[in-house]
């Protein structure tokens, strides 16, 4: 059993394992080599839902959303999804909404005049096939990580922001030029985690992803994916949040300046203009690096030794932090692990591609 346990990495999943072993009497330092959320969680969009057509990533999107609405951090909006023209996506959509009713999430299909009529702040005439899941919202990613940042501190983990840390090959923890062991070593280190780890070999890749917020809109417009061209958008304060524009990255994450580029802000504008009916200005835009794994599904679980990984959340680790946050917390405790997310499932050569956008 575990005593004393350190996390590395203040994003969403290290401070929800944080929270969980805490609560659970367990003495936890957590290291920050930034400020909490400020890498890819204070930059996420914050759609939530529990759209997945796999019954164990509904289970814990689900289990996610009710942590969002219990602690008051959810705005509930519908999440629409669609295709343009008849063909391999439309078909992907339609078998996804078949599999998540069946399972028994709250999702139905739409044709392209029932979203027009559902949601009148689109223009849909050219929408061939959609799907609209009823089990969703959006959060704002600051509120959600200073509502976490509460928690642990009142669950008293010691916690260090501007700390860098990394593992030792003994399974110690090098931080602010001391070395220290504890019982477990939980590394959340998001696009940092690999660097963090003696061995590097981790099937992990990293991607650039790209947001912007315009705004007005005075319609009441749904949270949307358009999966003909991989864009997504939600409502936002009068204003619309809009992304996409990802791309492998391959620098280091550290010097990563969180920069969009004029290609990005000029066509996704474009779309913008043609989906909403209200002209749209932008108001600001960012980006953020995002972790891939080769076959989508995250690398969270016992990776050797003392030692545990917690990366890999293919641009969807918010919209499940809750649950996996926690998953990880109680393996360490002694519990099962989530099946199919085994970090050791690769032996690290394999390589991760961009997952497709944001939906399952
Ligand atoms: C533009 C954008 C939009 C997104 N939209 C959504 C969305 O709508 N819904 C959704 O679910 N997800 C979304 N995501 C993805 C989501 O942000 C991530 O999946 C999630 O935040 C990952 O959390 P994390 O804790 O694993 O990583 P991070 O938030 O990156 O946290 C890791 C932390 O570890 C720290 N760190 C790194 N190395 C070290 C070290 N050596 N020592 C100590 N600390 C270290 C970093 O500073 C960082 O704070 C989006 C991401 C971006 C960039």
């Not at 350190?6 to 805490?22: D, N, P, Q, Y």
């Not at 028994?104 to 949601?119: I, S």
């Not at 050219?126 to 509502?147: K, M």
Request: hydrophobic residues 40%.
């Amino acid at each position: 059993m575990a005593d004393r346990v350190a996390v590395i990495g203040g994003g969403v999943i290290g401070l929800e394992a944080a929270r969980t072993l805490a609560e659970q009497e367990i003495s936890v330092t957590l290291f920050e080599a930034d400020e909490l959320g400020g890498r890819a969680s204070g930059r996420a969009a914050g759609l939530c839902y529990d759209a997945y057509a796999d019954p164990r990533d509904a289970r814990i999107a689900a289990e996610s959303l009710t942590y969002f609405r219990e602690q008051d951090l959810l705005t509930d909006c519908p999440y629409l999804w669609f295709a343009r023209e008849d063909g391999e996506t439309a078909d992907a959509i339609e078998t996804q909404a078949r599999r998540m009713a069946d399972h028994g999430r709250d999702v139905e299909r739409l044709d392209g005049p029932a979203v027009g009529e559902r949601f009148p702040g689109l223009v849909a005439d050219d929408i061939e096939t959609a799907a609209v899941a009823h089990n969703a919202g959006y959060i704002d990613p600051e509120a959600y990580v200073d509502h976490l940042a509460d928690r642990v501190r009142t669950a008293r983990v010691d916690v260090r922001t501007d700390v860098g840390a990394t593992v030792t090959d003994a399974g110690a923890v090098r931080a602010g030029g001391s070395v220290r062991e504890y019982d477990a070593v939980l590394v959340a280190a998001g696009a940092g985690t690999a660097a963090a780890l003696p061995t590097r070999d981790l099937a992990l890749g990293l991607y650039r992803t790209q947001a912007l917020v315009a705004g007005p809109v005075d319609d009441d417009i749904p949270m949307y994916y358009d999966a003909s061209t991989e864009r997504y958008a939600r409502p936002l304060e009068g204003g619309v949040l809009a992304g996409d524009g990802s791309e492998m990255y391959d620098g280091d994450p550290d010097t990563y300046d969180g920069t969009t580029d004029e290609q990005f802000l000029t066509t996704r504008l474009a779309g913008l203009g043609e989906r909403l009916k209200t002209d749209v200005e932008l108001d600001r835009s960012w980006s953020g690096l995002c972790t891939a794994t080769p076959d989508r599904d995250p690398l969270l679980g016992h990776l050797h030794s003392e030692v545990y990984v917690a990366t890999g959340m293919c641009g969807h680790g918010l919209m499940r932090s809750p649950a996996l946050g926690r998953a990880i917390a109680e393996q360490i405790l002694g519990g099962d692990p989530v099946e199919g997310f085994d970090p050791t499932r690769f032996d690290g050569t394999e390589s991760a591609s961009l997952p497709v956008g944001v939906t399952e």
